[in-house]
């Protein structure tokens, strides 16, 4: 039996195939879900440190891409080691959940969206990376079976 995953990285020279082609394959192949991650570099570092700002990125997102956020967003600063520390988040979504860690020391945001409702990535990414102000970022994504 093949298996069902696609993930790619995508940069600005390796754009992601179509998004109804995405659509068409999620479909076809009956995903459950839809993953994406993102690396976001070289962010904006006061929006990062600032757990009113995540949880407003988190509700303008859920809007966005039509997410419902089941309960309120959470935002813990922790982390000893100074090369992880910063804020994470997590957010329950009706069809399953987001979450990040925003790193203090390289201003760099991790976001995952994992939802068994389609969603376009790119939406998602170009979101963050303006939101975040990031130079640039990598992204994947898989369809989960």
């Not at 976001?40 to 988190?58: P, S, W, Y």
């Not at 790119?122 to 994504?141: C, G, H, L, P, Q």
């Amino acid at each position: 039996m093949p298996h069902n995953t696609l993930c790619l990285p995508l940069t600005k020279k390796n754009k992601m195939e179509d998004i109804a082609d995405l659509k068409v394959r999620y479909e076809q192949t009956h995903a459950w879900g839809l993953a994406t991650q993102l690396d976001m570099h070289t962010c904006n570092g006061a929006t990062l440190r600032d757990a009113e700002k995540i949880k407003q990125f988190v509700r303008e997102l859920c809007d966005l891409i039509d997410m419902k956020r089941f309960g309120e967003t959470v935002v813990v600063n922790f982390g000893e080691d100074p090369r992880v520390s910063g804020f994470s988040m997590t957010q329950l979504i009706e069809t399953s959940l987001i979450s990040g860690h925003f790193a203090n020391q390289s201003n760099n945001v991790y976001l995952d969206v994992f939802s068994c409702k389609f969603y376009d990535p790119r939406v998602v990414a170009e979101f963050t990376k303006k939101f975040f102000e990031a130079d640039n970022y990598n992204i994947s994504w898989t369809l989960r079976k």
